[in-house]
């Protein structure tokens, strides 16, 4: 099992963004993980494409876009050629959620489905085995810096448990309160991929954090 690291460049410094970007590349992470919010899903706004287009531009690692937005559908082609490797989308912002999976797979991109701390797992059911990556949401989201939802841990290995015979290459990110307290945890339960904002830019070594991320990660034994 391959546990990746995607550090959140919505954490990122702005004004410095192309060193931040070069760092993660220069780091043991494996994603960059690219959080966009239009202040309707969510109460915030982050950035739209041409942060993206910067970060592609220097980026040599996937971009795991994860798309916290209302008619997600209006916008997946645009995200795809802007350079999105994977894009995951809210069950709860998808009327019709079987057919932008499959807008996502025809722009070229896996595709991911994102559930908030209220949605359980069991409403994947008919569309799991389309899936590539499921992204629990461990706090609210919107804004980073949260605590971490303990409920989580349950929810990751409901998660576990359904795609068990059906789709055994799924894989599942966690998004919000990660870090060096937790992770190995989070992998006991059965995730594999960790999205890290404050809990890596905010250290005063960031590559270092990371680096200790993964061990972490390598350390534990997957249930």
Known sequence: MKYLIAPSILSADFANLQSDVEMINQSEADWFHVDVMDG??????????????????????????????????KFIPEFAK????????????????????QLIKASGCKAGVALNPHTPVTLLQDVIEDLDLVLIMSVNPGFG?????????????DLKRLSQ?????LIIEVDGGVGLQNIAHLVSAGANAFVAGNAIFATENPTETIAKMKQLTNDSISI
């Open 40 to 73: 309707v899903f969510v109460p915030n706004i982050s950035f739209g494409f041409p942060i993206m287009a910067a970060v592609k531009k220097y980026a040599t690692k996937p971009l795991d876009v994860h798309l916290m937005i209302v008619e997600p559908d």
């Open 82 to 101: 802007a350079g999105a490797d994977r894009i995951t989308v809210h069950y709860e912002a998808c009327t019709h959620l079987h057919r932008t999976i």
């Open 145 to 157: 810096g949260q605590a971490f939802i303990p409920n989580t841990y349950k929810k990751i290995q």
């Open 165 to 169: 015979g059906v789709n055994e290459d």
